[in-house]
């Protein structure tokens, strides 16, 4: 069954391609403004065979890494903090949360100024981009045990630390890895738009150099190389998460995902 719609997924996308390029070659449209599918896989090949990728997707995944390092840990630490501390949540929640609003692609210059044009900037600015998620995920996590089970194992002697543990993380991990997935397509998000404003080497800037040449087709293939990114690190978190969460039916192949409340879904840029 999974060959079969795995095929089936293929043809549709065939299909999305061919109509796309039937409908560019019929209604004549510049390629300056919409190339078809063949350029930009044109375009990908030559780009591959001359080598001029795989240097700026090196950097690129090492700062989305990193990025995603730097976001996971300051999203858990004051994750916990605000779940666990009533006085942290009272003071330091709401300036998190106007930081958050600040948009990302409004606080990238200033963040190259700090840190200059090398690859401290791109992963600070996708730190920032990705821990919000993350933080939302593990205060609802953590808060979303049940008072009836807190107060049996405070009943049986349990320390805040032992209910921590054995009852808050294992309830709250679901939450955390759904909250890691989206992190880290933020943070490739956010080291691209590090990239876009000022960058030494990557993706971003590649895409940018190519557009000030008006090579639409090869700002295509960048893109195209970037969703292939996102997918392939977001399947990593996700293969983890399957593992990691057996327990779990949310994690099984198919079933519905726990996200993000809401209001909480807005672009983080």
């Known amino acids: 069954m999974r060959a079969r719609d795995f095929l089936l997924r293929l043809v549709f996308i065939a299909a999305l391609l061919s109509v796309w390029e039937a409908l560019v070659r019929a209604l004549d449209v510049p390629a300056y403004l919409l190339p078809t599918p063949s350029a930009i896989g044109m375009a990908l090949v030559r780009g591959v065979t001359s080598g001029l990728y795989e240097e700026h997707i090196g950097i690129t995944i090492t700062e989305t890494l990193l990025g995603f390092a730097v976001g996971t840990f300051g999203g858990l630490l004051l994750g916990t903090a605000v779940a666990l501390s009533r006085r942290f949540d009272y003071f330091m ?61 405070r009943s049986l002697a349990a320390s805040p630390l032992q209910i921590f543990w054995m009852l808050r993380v294992p309830n709250a991990l679901p939450y955390i890895f759904a909250g890691l997935e989206i992190a880290m397509i933020f943070s490739l998000i956010g080291a691209i738009v590090g990239e876009f404003v000022g960058a030494e080497a990557g993706l971003g800037m590649l895409i940018q150099s190519m557009n000030f040449t008006m090579d639409v087709a090869g700002q295509f293939s960048v893109l195209l190389i970037l969703s292939v990114i996102g997918l392939i690190l977001n399947g990593v978190v996700s293969v983890i998460r399957r593992r990691a969460l057996f327990w779990d039916p949310s994690s099984r192949q198919g079933a519905s995902r726990v996200r993000l409340p809401a209001a909480q879904q807005q672009d983080a840029l």
Do not use: H
């Open 93 to 153: 929640y709401p300036i998190i949360v106007m930081f958050q609003a600040m948009p990302k692609v409004a606080l990238a210059p200033l963040i190259i100024v700090w840190f200059g044009l090398g690859i401290t900037s791109k992963v600070v600015n996708s730190g920032l981009v990705c821990f919000f998620p993350l933080m939302i995920n593990t205060i609802v996590g953590l808060r979303s045990a049940e008072e009836d089970r807190v107060s049996l194992m």
